[in-house]
T-cell receptor
Framework: ELKVEQNPLFLSMQEGKNYTIYCNYSTTSDRLYWYRQDPGKSLESLFVLLSNGAVKQEGRLMASLDTKARLSTLHITAAVHDLSATYFCAVFYSGAGSYQLTFGKGTKLSVIP | NAGVTQTPKFRVLKTGQSMTLLCAQDMNHEYMYWYRQDPGMGLRLIHYSVGEGTTAKGEVPDGYNVSRLKKQNFLLGLESAAPSQTSVYFC???????????FGPGTRLTVL
């Protein structure tokens, strides 16, 4: 069974600061996704990481994937209030005819002015 | 191009009642999924489909049934609703290769 762990689950940070969210997973996978969810809203795709060493950046967010360590990071640079949301990582698993994404529990980020 | 749509947006049921949630996508995607989201639990996969006429169980399938009679639609049924099924339900779809899943707006279901 694939397990996905995010930490921290809650993060309160000041504007202008940097921080990293970690996503660890238990089974071999070469695909990992990051999503953002605003309160009461649906999930918005941020990054799709498809290979070991993949790094993607969009604005103040940068995601990376290390498949050997089974670890992905979402780095926030110089946080602004608009980044306040819940961030989910999701790991792709395929085996025995099954194709699934397993989600972490999410990291609720609050950026304080 | 509406993407992924879900009907209804909100619903209140009494224990034992039945209902069907409808998901529709206009992106010609092969794969479709139903998730439930509960506080502190992330999203958990209920059932999914890799093509028209096919369905498979996910992580938490008990108490739910699904059907995919048309490629663009994926239905989630609750035959006898229970309070434990109070949740927000999300539908998603993806194309070949599962490079990205696109999510619908969600259905908030309360079972009393």
């Amino acid at each position: 069974e694939l397990k996905v762990e995010q930490n921290p689950l809650f993060l309160s940070m000041q504007e202008g600061k940097n921080y990293t969210i970690y996503c660890n997973y238990s089974t071999t996978s070469d695909r990992l996704y990051w999503y953002r969810q605003d309160p009461g809203k649906s999930l918005e795709s941020l990054f799709v990481l498809l290979s070991n060493g993949a790094v993607k950046q969009e604005g103040r967010l940068m995601a990376s994937l290390d498949t050997k360590a089974r670890l992905s990071t979402l780095h926030i640079t110089a946080a602004v209030h608009d980044l306040s949301a819940t961030y989910f990582c999701a790991v792709f698993y395929s085996g025995a005819g099954s194709y699934q994404l397993t989600f972490g529990k999410g990291t609720k980020l609050s950026v304080i002015p | 191009n509406a993407g992924v749509t879900q009907t209804p947006k909100f619903r209140v049921l009494k224990t034992g009642q039945s209902m069907t949630l409808l998901c529709a996508q206009d992106m010609n995607h092969e794969y479709m999924y139903w998730y439930r989201q509960d506080p502190g639990m992330g999203l958990r996969l209920i059932h999914y489909s890799v093509g028209e006429g096919t369905t498979a169980k996910g992580e938490v399938p008990d108490g739910y049934n699904v059907s995919r009679l048309k490629k663009q639609n994926f239905l989630l049924g609750l035959e006898s609703a229970a309070p434990s099924q109070t949740s927000v339900y999300f539908c998603a779809s993806s194309g070949q290769g599962m490079r990205e899943q696109f999510f619908g707006p969600g259905t908030r279901l309360t079972v009393l």
